[in-house]
């Protein structure tokens, strides 16, 4: 099973912009997809964005053209640019690994991202 570590999150105000990163123990390019969940307070964890090892992205429709996901398969990382930041936006982000569609079978410990108004 891949570990996975996340790094990059933060304090930030609203409209500014973090970029996580997460970096994985295997491989990542015989991992079905690899994506960005967040978990706010008191809120269900949600998909943010995922990648292919073919660099094939899907988005979640609150995130559109602010956040970036992107993957370096030579160095088994993913990344999450963040711009135009929201106080909606605080929460836990989790880095994932999808081996099988609809399964996020590891995940990594989190990394607290907290937007100010």
């Known amino acids: 099973q891949v570990r996975l570590v996340e790094s990059g999150g933060g304090l930030v105000q609203a409209g500014g912009s973090l970029r996580l990163s997460c970096a994985a123990s295997?491989?990542?390019?015989?991992?079905?997809?690899m994506g960005w969940h967040r978990q706010a307070p008191g809120k269900e964890r949600e998909l943010v964005a995922s990648?292919?090892?073919?660099?094939?992205?899907n988005y979640a429709d609150f995130v559109k053209g602010r956040f970036t996901i992107s993957s370096d398969n030579a160095k088994n990382t993913v990344s999450l640019q963040m711009n135009s930041l929201e106080p909606e936006d605080t929460a836990v982000y989790y880095c994932?690994?999808?081996?099988?569609?609809?399964?996020?079978?590891?995940w990594g410990q989190g990394t607290q991202v907290t937007v100010s108004s």
């Open positions: 994932a690994a999808s081996s099988l569609p609809g399964i996020w079978g590891s």
């Open positions: 295997l491989s990542i390019f015989g991992i079905n997809r």
């Open positions: 990648i292919t090892p073919s660099y094939s992205t």
